[in-house]
């Protein structure tokens, strides 16, 4: 089992800046790609960003060029930076973790942490 803890959302401007945190326990967390979704209301839950187990990286188009993902294995601990953010960017954010690469369907992750709210006032 991997337990995974977000933080670091809240309330921004649009333009501002917010870092999200995906703390994880258990087994072995540089075993595991990671992945980043959102979900909006009345929207469905969508892949954001992935990082596998060797750091390769990949972006949904939506936040490519503001949006960057990076994991810390000594910290077990995986981050979104989002820069630029705009009012569609609204969502609940949540970190999954997969064995080795990530993918861009929900349902092909095992581990999810309970989401974090951002709001991106206009």
């Known amino acids: 089992q991997v337990q995974l803890v977000e933080s670091g959302g809240g309330l921004v401007q649009a333009g501002g800046s917010l870092r999200l945190s995906c703390a994880a326990s258990?087994?072995?967390?540089?075993?595991?790609?990671m992945g980043w979704f959102r979900q909006a209301p009345g929207k469905e839950r969508e892949f954001v960003a992935g990082i596998s187990w060797r750091g390769l990286i990949y972006y949904a188009d939506p936040v490519k060029g503001r949006f960057t993902i990076s994991r810390d294995n000594a910290k077990n601990t995986a981050y979104l930076q989002m820069n630029s953010l705009k009012p569609e960017d609204t969502a609940v954010y949540s970190c999954a973790a997969r064995d080795l690469y990530p993918r861009t369907a929900p349902t092909d992750y095992d581990y999810w942490g309970q989401g974090t709210q951002v709001t991106v006032s206009s």
């Open positions: 258990g087994r072995t967390f540089s075993n595991y790609a």
